[in-house]
Each structure stands twice: as C-alpha cells, then as structure tokens.
C-alpha cells in the first residue's frame, strides 16, 4: 500500500497566488522528499527534509514536517503559470535500502 | 552522462510479446532504480541494483518481471508475455550513493502500451 498520501488531489489557482499541498504517511521515516512532474515527463528533485528538521526553504518553496502527526506539506509562494505540475511526495523510510515510496500527487493548474 | 538516459521513449507490444526497457544511469552513480507509473499515479517501487547487484527487490512481481544491470552496459528491465495490466510508464533513477537523503535522479521514462 502507499505510503504517502497526497491532498488535494487537484488544485487550481491563479498566477500570483500561494499553494499549498499536504502528504501524509503511515510509517517511521528517515526523510521526505518532494518532486515535481511536468505533464509526460521525468520526476525533478525538488526539495528533502530529514525527520529531525520541522522546516526548510528553498526559493519560493516552504517544506514543514511533523512527525508526531506523520504529515508534510508543500507550499509554493507567488506562484506561476511554469509551475503547473503534478506534486508528489516520497518517503524513504528506516529499511536501509533507499527506497522512495511516492504518493498519488497533486496536480497544481496555475492559471495567467 | 550527465542525465539518466531511458531507450525507448515508446514501446507498444502485444499481449504476450516481450518488452526490454534500457537505462543509462549517471556516470558514476551506484544505484539504480526501477519504477513503474499507471495512468499518471503513484510510482510503485520494483527494484534497486547496488552497481551490479540486485539491492531491493521486494516490489518486483515474481513473475515474468526481470532486471539486470550488468558492467558497461545500460541495465535493463525485460517482462516477459506482456499483459494489458503492464501499460504503464517505468521510470529509471541513480544515485550516487545509498543512505539517508541520497538525491535520485529519474529519467524521462520508457511508456509501454500493451495492445
């Protein structure tokens, strides 16, 4: 079974505008990491938070975590139309083996 | 190379044929990864080779499903007596190293359409 779930599903905003995407999992993990996929194509790294960290920024990006609650989310600040993607969630849990268990992502329309 | 380098982007075959996926990691990145995407959802895991070495195979179906990467040569995920359930896009990713935190780096997949 998946281990992340992402919510929402689908969001739709305008140009300008702040998303926010959550992920929540079920088991004890060592980080979690978000990707971006463009429509047809490869997943792109975008950011990783370890389970001692509780929050990280990377441009206009904002990831908190909290592993009481085993959920995460993904903010993009002033968003645009080049970030419409779909957004998945990885977790790499405590096996040893790197593994990356992905969500069911949410799929980000950033309307001009 | 400086990306990870999947062969082909298509491959349509039909039930029961055989499909042989190629994937070129990053030079110098140890593992590699095998993950399988139907209908634009969730990636399921398959398997993880340490170079040469099955690492992880825990999501691989017992059927069917086989992967190698073997010295100088691209690995390789075969499926063998392809069904319409196997249409999907399979993604490969490396890494440079295995542990906590380790970045991977996917390719832009190989789509299989099963007819």
């Known amino acids: 079974s998946q281990q992340g779930e992402e919510d929402p599903q689908a969001l739709s905003i305008q140009e300008g505008e702040n998303a926010t995407m959550n992920c929540s999992y079920k088991?004890?993990?060592?980080?979690l990491q978000w990707y971006r996929q463009n429509s047809g194509r490869g997943l792109v790294h975008l950011i990783l938070?370890?389970?001692?960290?509780r929050e990280k920024h990377s441009g206009r990006l904002r990831v908190t975590l909290d592993t009481s609650k085993k959920s995460s989310s993904l903010l993009i600040t002033a968003s645009r139309a080049a970030d419409t993607a779909s957004y998945f969630c990885?977790?790499?849990?405590?096996?040893?083996?790197?593994?990356?268990?992905f969500g069911k992502g949410t799929m980000l329309l950033v309307s001009p | 190379g400086e990306e990870v380098a999947q062969t082909p982007k298509h491959l349509v075959r039909g039930e029961g044929q055989k499909a042989k996926l190629y994937c070129a990691p990053i030079k110098g990145h140890s593992y590699v990864f095998w993950y399988q995407q139907v209908l634009k959802n969730e990636f399921k895991f398959l398997i993880s080779f340490q170079n040469e070495n099955v690492f992880d195979e825990t999501g691989m179906p017992k059927e069917r499903f086989s992967a190698k990467c073997l010295p100088n040569s691209p690995c390789s995920l075969e499926i063998q007596a392809t069904k319409l359930e196997d249409s999907a896009v399979y993604f490969c990713a490396s890494s440079q190293s295995q542990g906590t935190g380790t970045e991977a780096f996917f390719g832009q997949g190989t789509r299989l359409t099963v007819v």
């Open positions: 990885a977790t790499e849990m405590n096996s040893g083996y790197s593994t990356l268990t």
């Open positions: 938070i370890r389970s001692n960290e």
């Open positions: 088991t004890s993990i060592n980080n």
